[in-house]
């Protein structure tokens, strides 16, 4: 839609290069399928990340840079490695958009973090692969967080006025995890109800699992050793109270609680099974 009340767009390296300085009315503009889905009445000026001109992915054997950029399509054409078992939860959770071949096509991964919604398959995919996010002050400076702790709750993160997504890093340490992924949508295609996804190291012992979509905000879970249904249940429990659960119409926390323990047990079950 077009948005009456911007008055001019420019590119995100006036900022850095001094020529524009950020005021109220200011937004970062990545792929706009959200900014230009509804009206912005607080917004006057749109700052272009994609002038940036960010490599999209930078692979090494130290993980995966995903730039902040990064289109959902650009990520899911990343063909992983070998040694990188874990590298199927990015195609699981490119495909767990609600979403049109022109979202995808245009939608970034950066913007889907900072949209911050519990539906963000780009949240859950770094939250379960131990990512690291690179944030970017207006003077240039960077700072590293965690992936779990940015999202602090529905359309909330912790980025001041200025602060930018500027990357994401997965460590290699968690791509060569086993991994196990489940998603229920109330329709096909639909947005994601409850998003899952348990890693282990590859010979066994750390168990780890991430719940999404069901909750405001990702919760992990971390166990020394793969545990058994009580145990798994009990600490799901301890981590999400019944008033835990995400409501919206997408699925009553009831039913988000029933699908996420109905899972939980079923990516314990595969994952303390023997490697393949
Ligand atoms: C039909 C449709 C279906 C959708 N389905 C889903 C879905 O299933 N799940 C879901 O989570 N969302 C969904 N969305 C919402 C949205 O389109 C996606 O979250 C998308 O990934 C946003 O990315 P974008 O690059 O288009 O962000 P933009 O629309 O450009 O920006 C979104 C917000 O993030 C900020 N932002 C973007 N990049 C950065 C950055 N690097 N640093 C700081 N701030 C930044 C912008 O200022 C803006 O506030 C859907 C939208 C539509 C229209």
Known sequence: MNLNTIEEVRQATAVAGGDVEWRDGDSWLA??????SEP???????????????????????????????????????????????SFLID????????????????????????????????????????????QGLDGAERQMPALDFVT??????LQPGELLRAIDLPAAALRKRAAFRRMSMTHMGRSTALLIGTVLPQGGAFTLTVSAATPRPVQIVFAEAPDARALRERLNEAIPD?????DVHGAPEYRKHITHYYAEQIRAELAGAPA
């Open 40 to 86: 912005q009445p607080y917004l006057r000026r749109l700052l272009d990340l994609r002038a940036m001109g960010w490599q999209p992915l930078e692979s090494s054997d130290g993980g995966l840079r995903v730039a902040a950029t990064c289109t959902i399509a650009a990520l899911y054409a990343f063909p992983g490695r070998p040694d990188w078992p874990a």
């Open 92 to 135: 699981e959770c490119c495909r767990a958009f609600l979403a049109s071949f022109k979202i995808w096509n245009t939608a970034t991964v950066g913007g889907n973090i900072c949209m911050s919604l519990p539906a963000g398959p780009m949240i859950s995919l770094t939250t379960a692969l131990e990512g690291v996010y690179i944030i």
């Open 153 to 158: 709750g529905n359309h909330q993160n912790v």
């Open 243 to 247: 008033d835990g659960y995400f409501d």
């Open 31 to 36: 792929g706009g399928t959200w900014l230009f």
